[in-house]
C-alpha cells in the first residue's frame, strides 16, 4: 500500500457503522486541548489498571523481568503510570489523524536530528531503527516534515481502521507498506538521503532471529535490521518516541549512529541494538510499550513467561 490510498465504497456498509461513529468522536478528542485530551487518557488507563486483565498481567511479567530489583509497590505504580500513559497515547493518537500540519507540527521536536542531516550530507540511506514506545507514532510525523521517509504498518482486521491508519501515516511519509507484503519495496527504496522507519524490538519469533539478552533476559531479536543495514549500506540509528511534560511536546530522541554495526557477527550486532534501545527506554520507562509479549519466543521451546 502506497500513498494516494484510495477511499473504497465499501466502507460505508452498515456493519461500519459504529466504526464511523468511533472516528466521529475521535475528530471531536482531536480538538480538545492536551490537559483534557490526557484526563481523558489517564480514565482509560486506570480502567485498564482496576481490571487487572491479561494485559495487566504482561505488563507485570514484563517489568518482573526488565526491573527485578523494584519492590511490589514501586512495581505497581510504574504499571499505573504506564497504563496511563497509554490511555493517553490511544487519544492523542487523534492528532496524527484529523489535527493540523502547522498544529501538529507545533507540538513536535526532534532531539538528535544533526545524525540524520550528517548522512544526508554524506549521501547516506539512513534507518531509523525506533522502540516500540506509546508515542511510536509521533516519531515518523516528526520526521516527515524534513525528509523522505517512509516504513511498514501492521495491517488492521477492521478495513476502515486499516484505511484510516494507512490514510493519516501518509500524512506525514512518502509512502507504507503493510508487513504482510513483505521487506523487498522498503530496502529497494532505502536510497541515500533517504530514511526508512524500521520497528526492531518486536518479538516476531526464532525465524530471523537470535536469542540475546535484553534487560537481562535472553529474547529472540530480529537480525534482519543488521542484514538491511549491510545491503543498504545504511546509517543505524537507534531512536525513541516520547511525550515530555515540561515543553508539552512529543519527542523524537535520536542516539549517534551504532558502532561497527554490522558485523560480521548476528549475536553481537543484535545485542548492540538492544543495549541502545535499554538506554533509550531507561530514560522514560513509563512509555515504553510493555503490553506487548517481549519475550513470547523461548530459547529450546521453554516454557512461557506469561
Known amino acids: 500500500m502506497h500513498c494516494g490510498i484510495k477511499f473504497k465504497a465499501s466502507l460505508l456498509h452498515p456493519k461500519y457503522f459504529l466504526s464511523w461513529v468511533g472516528v466521529g468522536l475521535f475528530s471531536l478528542i482531536s480538538l480538545l486541548p492536551t490537559s483534557a485530551r490526557h484526563a481523558i487518557g489517564r480514565k482509560i488507563g486506570e480502567r485498564i489498571y482496576y481490571k487487572k486483565s491479561k494485559r495487566y498481567n504482561t505488563v507485570n511479567t514484563n517489568l518482573e523481568i526488565a526491573f527485578p530489583k523494584l519492590k511490589t509497590a514501586e512495581r505497581e505504580a510504574l504499571i499505573r503510570q504506564h497504563l496511563q500513559w497509554y490511555g493517553c497515547a490511544l487519544v492523542d493518537y487523534s492528532l496524527l489523524f484529523f489535527a493540523s500540519k502547522p498544529r501538529l507540527k507545533s507540538m513536535l521536536r526532534i532531539e538528535g536530528q544533526e545524525y540524520i542531516d550528517s548522512a544526508v550530507k554524506q549521501d547516506q540511506p539512513v534507518m531509523i531503527l525506533l522502540a516500540h514506545s506509546v508515542m511510536l507514532e509521533f516519531g515518523p510525523a516528526a520526521l516527515g516534515y524534513d525528509f523522505e521517509c517512509f516504513g511498514s504498518y501492521k495491517t488492521s482486521k477492521n478495513a476502515l481502521l486499516d484505511w484510516l491508519i494507512a490514510k493519516s501515516r501518509c500524512r506525514h511519509v512518502s509512502f507504507v507498506v503493510s508487513r504482510e507484503a513483505g521487506l523487498r519495496k522498503l530496502v529497494k527504496s532505502l536510497e541515500p538521503g533517504k530514511v526508512m522507519i ?101 530459547p529450546n521451546n521453554d516454557a512461557s513467561v506469561y
Open 198 to 298: 524500521f520497528l526492531p524490538d518486536e518479538d516476531l519469533g526464532s525465524d530471523n532471529a537470535v536469542f540475546v539478552p535484553f534487560f537481562g533476559k535472553d529474547k529472540a531479536t530480529l537480525t534482519t535490521t543488521a542484514r538491511i543495514a549491510k545491503m543498504t549500506k545504511a546509517v543505524a540509528l537507534p531512536a525513541f518516541s516520547w511525550y515530555d511534560l515540561e515543553s508539552k511536546q512529543y519527542v523524537l530522541k535520536i542516539l549517534p549512529p551504532l558502532k561497527n554495526y554490522p558485523s560480521k557477527d548476528k549475536e553481537q550486532d543484535a545485542e548492540a541494538l538492544n543495549q541502545s534501545l535499554e538506554m533509550l527506554i531507561k530514560q522514560h520507562p513509563e512509555q515504553y510499550m510493555w503490553l506487548m509479549k517481549w519475550y513470547k519466543t523461548r
